[in-house]
């Protein structure tokens, strides 16, 4: 089976999507073409830049396009259909690139490619046996409604000349059975191509010849679950059955308690994050914490239920004695495989669990079994949690130790592992959403407003995490409103901030811890509104610095403060306002 990487967008793609996205252009997706050229060995910067197909070997014909793509004003679907019909040669199809052109220019430009993994082979039609392939293409576009796609329906026939020839035909006079006959309707009614010259009866035979038989699930055990259609109806009932990001049990996926598998951040299913709770809980002992938000006297009024973002605490032991303390990430797998670095468990991390698991008062216990860190230890303890959800809407977070030692009488080696939940947020499902690709610029510029990220979907659900460049050159606005210039540099900030896909939360403050340190700086003023002024630079002592990046719906805000302590000027005493701007923003992968 022939497999193709996510779609890329060229440097031309994506500009003209910029502009689109902002309402200055129009344009036309007009034609799609493959190529049997292997460009599985170019980078993506390479990909990016090219402006054309290399080797164009045959065009294809677009068939269809989708808007419905879940929670997205900014992705196309385009439906691309290639056959062997006028093949010569035989050749794989190693690309297929999307052609555009802009309202009122006459060239074409390459919008965006996919190159495959795993090619497709397009036999030569010697053998007069057609073959066909169909490809779909999600492209980002900026906004759909400033998007056409050039249909091609030639040789094909339309979902509405479907339903014609369907009222044309009396199923009766043929199938007398008005089971059959519910069946072919339904069959008929979801055939999406059907050759115009195909007559009456040769339509009801392939009806019949695509009805469901059945189907069968087998898991990793290789067990069967057979599933059968109603003889009523000939439909099958799926029930029982439990999808991923549904919500529900899932055999792939077993919940821990009331933690269970919501569905993947990563294919953006996990949707609605507001910050319930954005400071971390104590490793060792109780918290009782406040939601930042009405939560609702029985959690009724945080959609699905509670994310939790964790991570452990682990303390070296020696003898018996307690040493060096590091923070560790899980490592989510349900098949319990080890990683290095990691702290793997069986249990869904993030976890989350429902409003409905939570009764007033009710402990509810989490425990985060798996192999760990793989040490093969004696004694092994899972780490995890209580939660209890108080009548004051409060909650209660109790950890649980967890450990790993050699159970030696005269004084254990091995680990403590303490759980510390990061922060909470709330969360609801969704289908899966395109992704945008590492590197995808989201804001060009140089603003110290509100950021809004170019294409990015409600609640961030199509970036994997962001890549934030900020200028080194910084404004100091004192208490009494003088402006001072210092350069991120001096006072050792790096200009580069990542922030991981788990913290684009709507209303998180990332990066708000505050840090206390003694550096002694330079600073030229820029402009007095108070006391003395002049040109003189002024000696200070750096005694503090707080960083925040707030994050909305599909935009970002930077803001910073800084502790100055001047001993001859009183213009830098005490907490002052750094005025720091955004260069660019782009899609980024962030390990967490």
């Not at 392939?133 to 094909?156: A, C, H, Q, S, W």
């Not at 109780?286 to 303390?315: A, R």
């Not at 140089?446 to 890549?467: I, P, R």
């Not at 505050?514 to 002592?541: M, R, W």
Request: with cysteine; net charge negative.
């Amino acid at each position: 089976m022939s497999k193709y990487s996510e779609t890329i967008l060229t440097a031309n793609g994506l500009d003209l999507a910029t502009r689109a996205a902002n309402g200055k252009v129009r344009f036309t997706i007009t034609r799609a073409a493959a190529t049997s050229n292997d460009l599985s060995a170019m980078s993506e910067v390479d990909l990016q830049n090219l402006t054309k197909l290399p080797n164009e070997i045959q065009s294809g014909t677009i068939t269809n396009r989708d808007e419905n793509i879940p929670n997205s004003k900014a992705v196309v679907g385009t439906e691309i259909l290639f056959t062997n019909e006028e093949i010569k040669n035989s050749y794989s199809i190693n690309a297929v690139g999307l052609y555009a052109q802009e309202e009122g220019k006459s060239e074409e430009i390459l919008y965006a490619l996919n190159i495959a993994v795993e090619p497709e082979f397009m036999p030569d039609f010697a053998d007069k046996v057609l073959l066909q392939f169909k490809i779909t293409m999600y492209i980002i576009v900026g906004r759909t409604e400033n998007v056409t796609v050039i249909i091609d329906p030639t040789g094909l026939a339309t979902k509405e000349y479907v339903k014609d020839r369907i009222a044309e035909i009396d199923i009766n006079d043929k199938i007398q059975d008005s089971n059959i006959d519910n069946q072919l309707q339904k069959q008929l009614a979801y055939s999406e191509y059907k050759s115009k010259d195909l007559n009456k009866v040769t339509q009801i035979a392939e009806a019949v010849g695509h009805m469901t038989r059945g189907f069968k699930i087998i898991d990793n055990d290789g067990n069967i679950d057979a599933h059968l259609p109603d003889p009523s109806d000939g439909l099958i009932d799926i029930s029982d059955l439990s999808l991923n990001g549904s919500g529900g049990s899932d055999k792939d996926h077993p919940a821990a308690g009331i933690d269970y598998y919501a569905g993947s951040m990563e294919n953006g299913e996990i949707t609605d994050r507001h910050i319930a709770y954005s400071s971390s809980t104590n490793p060792i002992n109780k918290t009782n914490i406040k939601f930042e938000l009405d939560v609702g006297n029985k959690l009724n009024m945080i959609g699905t239920g509670l994310q939790y973002i964790v991570n452990l605490q682990k303390t070296a032991i020696t003898k018996g004695v307690m040493g060096k303390v590091s923070k560790i990430p899980f490592n989510y797998d349900p098949k319990n495989a080890f990683k290095a670095g990691y702290y793997t468990t069986t249990a869904p991390v993030p976890m989350y669990t429902k409003s409905e698991s939570f009764e007033v008062d009710e402990p509810n216990t989490i425990t985060l079994e798996g192999i760990g860190e793989n040490l093969g230890m004696k004694n092994h303890k899972a780490p995890g949690f209580t939660l209890t959800f108080k009548s004051d809407k409060t909650m209660d977070i109790e950890p649980i130790q967890g450990y790993d030692n050699d159970g030696d009488s005269g004084g254990v080696n091995g680990f403590i592992y303490d759980p510390v939940i990061e922060f909470i947020s709330t969360y609801n499902v969704q289908p899966a959403v395109v992704q945008f690709p590492t590197g995808t610029l989201l804001f060009s510029g140089n603003t110290s407003a509100e950021v809004a990220l170019t294409a990015v979907n409600d609640f961030m659900t199509n970036v994997s995490g962001l890549k934030i460049e900020l200028n080194n050159a910084m404004r100091i606005v004192s208490p009494h409103n003088s402006i001072f210039g210092i350069s991120r540099t001096e006072l050792g900030l790096p200009n580069t901030i990542y922030i991981p896909r788990s913290a684009l939360i709507f209303g998180f403050d990332y990066l708000s811890t505050e840090s206390s340190y003694l550096s002694h700086v330079t600073i030229k003023p820029v402009h007095y509104f108070y006391g003395t002024g002049g040109n003189e630079s002024i000696d200070a002592d750096v005694k503090g610095f707080s960083n925040s990046i707030k994050i909305g719906n599909s935009s970002i805000k930077v803001t910073s403060n800084t502790w100055l302590d001047n001993k001859t000027k009183d213009t830098l005493e005490g907490k002052c306002t750094l005025v720091v701007s955004v260069k660019t923003v782009s899609a980024w992968k962030v390990e967490e």
